[in-house]
């Protein structure tokens, strides 16, 4: 028999739709709250949660106004949205360490545990992974969910919105470890969207020195330097040659680049990373981009740079809980704006505005 949390009421499970016409909306989802309210129906390993916070992705617009993210496509109705926190209302009697009324981030994939990625630890590169929010299997966008329990790892007293926020800050610390940022690196982030903000707050943290970050877009940047004073921010102008910025990036930084952390995944940035950097430097792509790309092969080739790329993460969350629950990273700032989840269609509208001013969106539920 599970455990189940006591509440008063449950209202109607809802969720966050798109589909191949591209449309979007909000309407029941499972499990209903009647399951949910009994528990009986949880397998092995299980927990059911009322997810608090959802952060709106880059992806998650994505696969509405395009309905693919390479491969990935969506082929029939699918529920978006893998940026959660939210607490446990009911566990299977096979799940110790966790209980109802407990708060938790949810780390949205679910995994073989038996291919080679797995077993060594690199599990996102699973070869059979079911990522919520992929399709397609559908995402967290809902009241409720249910989610194997050792993926959703204990926030204590951090806020909801904080513990939905630990998913882009693990995008940004997987990058971190295999980009190996060292005290003093001259380093570039490109792109000051929520994964490049994240990104400065981690570079900043682990002493990278100077700091520069580009966007086209003059108001990102004078919130990235609201949120880290010492940055140095370059506006991307269109019609600049991808040499002429790394030239530009150079002289504002005053040295050649040692690491760049590349976060938006757009051809002539990444080029224009490459320019920026020194004999045997790296540039790390964490953005994802077009199928395929045009670089700079000369330079890299002559210069000896390391070209790495990334996908998703792993290991991530215990080390990013700590560094909020410390203080070291403080994300709060990022989160601009905030919706019920039953104005889920007027969120994703102005995640997808950049005349909104928005960073990171949230869609709440009480």
Not at 135 to 163: N, Q
Not at 195 to 224: H, M, N, Q, S
Not at 271 to 293: E, H, L, Q
Not at 296 to 304: H, K, S
């Amino acid at each position: 028999m599970s455990t189940t949390a006591t509440v008063t009421e449950y209202k109607p499970n809802i969720g966050v739709y798109t589909n191949p016409a591209h449309e979007l909306w909000v309407a029941d989802a499972s499990p209903t709250a009647d399951e949910v309210s009994q528990g009986a129906f949880l397998k092995e390993g299980e927990v059911s949660i009322a997810v608090k916070s959802t952060g709106i992705c880059g992806s998650d617009v994505h696969f509405w106004h395009a309905g693919r993210i390479g491969p990935m496509v969506v082929t029939d109705t699918h529920i978006l949205g893998h940026e959660s926190a939210g607490v446990i209302l009911a566990a299977h009697p096979s799940v110790a360490h966790l209980k109802p009324g407990d708060r938790v981030a949810i780390e949205p994939n679910i995994i073989c545990n038996a291919c080679e990625q797995c077993l060594t630890g690199r599990y996102n590169g699973c070869d059979s992974v079911l990522f919520k929010s992929t399709p397609p299997v559908d995402g967290l966008l809902r009241r409720y969910i249910t989610h194997p329990a050792i993926w959703c790892h204990k926030i204590g007293g951090m806020s909801f919105e904080d513990g939905a926020m630990l998913e882009p800050l693990s995008v940004a610390l997987a990058g971190m470890e295999r980009a190996n940022v060292k005290l003093g690196d001259p380093t570039l982030i490109c792109g000051a969207g929520p994964i490049g903000l994240v990104t400065l707050l981690c570079c900043a943290a682990a002493g990278a020195e100077p700091l520069v970050i580009t966007d086209l877009d003059e108001g990102r940047l004078k919130f990235a330097k609201e949120l880290v004073p010492r940055v140095r921010t370059y506006k991307i102008e269109r019609g600049v040659e991808p040499p002429q910025v790394g030239e530009n990036i150079i002289k504002l930084a005053g040295y050649k680049i040692s690491v760049a952390m590349e976060c938006t995944g757009v051809e002539s940035s990444v080029a224009g990373a490459i320019w920026s950097c020194r004999f045997g430097g790296k540039v790390f792509v964490i953005g994802v981009g077009k199928d395929d790309m045009k670089i700079p092969f000369g330079r890299v080739n002559t210069q000896e740079i390391d070209l790495q790329f990334q996908y998703r993460y792993a290991n991530t969350w215990p080390r990013a809980i700590r560094l909020v629950e410390s203080g070291v990273i403080d994300m709060k700032r990022l989160v601009t704006h905030r919706f019920s989840i039953d104005k889920a269609v007027d969120a994703f509208n102005t995640a997808a505005d950049p005349k909104t001013g928005a960073i990171k969106v949230q869609i709440q539920s009480d």
